[in-house]
């Protein structure tokens, strides 16, 4: 029987793990345990989005720990000190275009960092007789990205090849690989799970729809890489970590499972329903704004299409998206435009200065 009462969450400051330990600390009645979020704050890092949690469950079911998940002394350190039962990685160098630019770090934190957790793992989970414990869990968070790029027809099912084109898909390749390796050589549970592309709260505006929310607000161009053409299918962030949840309660050990958003979109028709909604809620002229779309040199590399069948995760675990894309694009874009804080703090950078300025109160 899984334990699920000490949880390591990597990279919990990030994206998608701060929205995870949200949802997983304010709403699931059904778990009490505890969550110990190590994260590196790197510049995607942000501890401003969890001072909410910080205040409410701060150092009674929460807690915060800086550090690296290459560092394996650190790494140790924190499996020891929290009797840690079940791993929830998400800590990952994330920006396809910063892979481009450079992918060392995207070697070293994906890569490596998912080794030497992996490493850990193993040694802090060996039972008495020196074989693995099967009351701890491994949940390994992947991308879709790592199956390459579709044609006009077809979807990424759990069987299609690996085809990583670029050093982000690549690298979370690899980490991918290695998650099963230690299932099959080490006996270690694992789960694993590849998601399409996520939005909503807490989205890092480097990414398309943060940016171009924030462009379109500032009246600033709206980079359209290519031809606009290319797909992605969208899924609104906490239906991602409902999935997460299920997988890590009820999923098989030694399985993937696809997670999607059945929402696929060219990037510029996503853009132009974007501007609507945008000027309409903070009164701009939407065609003024249409005319800020500039066409920009295209991504080298740049994969044309992904669309995910998920039904494996629908059929056997009961999972369904539980938001509409026009409901997600509004809460997400109702959340920009109320949470002028956290978008300052970003533009000015001072979001860097949240750990000394707070955890270090403690
Ligand atoms: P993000 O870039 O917003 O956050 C990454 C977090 O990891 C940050 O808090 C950062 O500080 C931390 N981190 C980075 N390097 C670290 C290190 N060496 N040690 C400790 N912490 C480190 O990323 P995200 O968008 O939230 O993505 C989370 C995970 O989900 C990643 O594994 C990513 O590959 C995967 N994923 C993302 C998407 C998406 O659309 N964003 C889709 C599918 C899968
Ligand atoms: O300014 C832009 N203009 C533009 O046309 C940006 C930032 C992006 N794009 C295009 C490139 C992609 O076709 O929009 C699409 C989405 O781009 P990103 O937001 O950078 O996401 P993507 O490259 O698809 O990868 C995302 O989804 C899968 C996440 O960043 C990954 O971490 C995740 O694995």
């Not at 590849?194 to 505006?205: K, L």
């Not at 039904?311 to 949470?339: I, N």
Request: hydrophobic share 35%; glycine share 8%; net charge negative.
């Amino acid at each position: 029987m899984r334990k699920l009462n000490n949880i390591l969450v990597t990279g919990g400051a990030g994206f998608i793990g701060c929205n995870f330990i949200h949802v997983l600390l304010q709403k699931t009645p059904s778990f009490s345990g505890r969550v110990v979020n190590l994260d590196a704050l790197t510049y995607a890092g942000n501890a401003a989005s969890l001072a909410d949690i910080q205040t409410q469950f701060g150092g009674k079911r929460y807690f915060f720990e800086h550090g690296d998940i290459t560092d394996r002394a650190k790494v140790e350190e924190v499996f020891k000190k929290y009797d840690i039962d079940t791993v929830i990685h998400f800590a990952a160098e994330s920006h396809v275009d910063r892979s481009i630019l450079g992918p060392e770090a995207f070697i070293k934190t994906n890569v490596m960092g998912t080794f030497t957790l992996l490493d850990a793992a193993r040694a802090s989970w060996k039972a008495s007789d020196g074989s693995m414990r099967t009351d701890v869990l491994f949940h390994h968070i992947s991308t879709d990205e790592v199956y390459g790029s579709l044609g006009d027809t077809g979807y990424f099912t759990e069987t299609t090849p690996y085809d990583p084109r670029s050093p982000y898909s690549a690298s979370k390749a690899s980490s991918d690989h290695l998650v099963f390796a230690y299932h099959h050589t080490y006996g270690m549970p694992v789960t694993l799970s590849n998601c399409s592309n996520n939005y909503g709260p807490y989205h890092f505006p480097e990414k398309l729809i943060p940016l171009m929310i924030l462009n379109i607000l500032d009246g600033k161009p709206l980079p359209v890489y290519g031809d606009g053409k290319n797909i992605r299918d969208w899924l609104f962030v906490e239906d991602h970590n409902t999935a997460v949840w299920d997988i890590v309660n009820k999923g098989r050990v030694g399985e993937k499972y696809n997670i999607g958003g059945e929402n696929e979109w060219t990037n510029i028709d996503l853009l132009l329903n974007l501007i609507d909604i945008v000027a309409s809620k903070a009164g701009l002229d939407a065609k003024k704004v249409r005319d800020t779309i500039t066409y920009v040199k295209d991504r080298p590399g740049h994969d044309r299409r992904y669309a995910i069948d998920c039904s494996k995760l629908k059929k056997e675990l009961g999972w369904k998206q539980s938001v509409t894309f026009e409901e997600g694009l509004a809460l997400t874009v109702d959340w920009y435009l109320s949470h002028k804080d956290w978008v300052e703090g970003i533009k000015s950078g001072d979001y860097k200065n949240w750990v000394e300025k707070n955890y270090d109160k403690r």
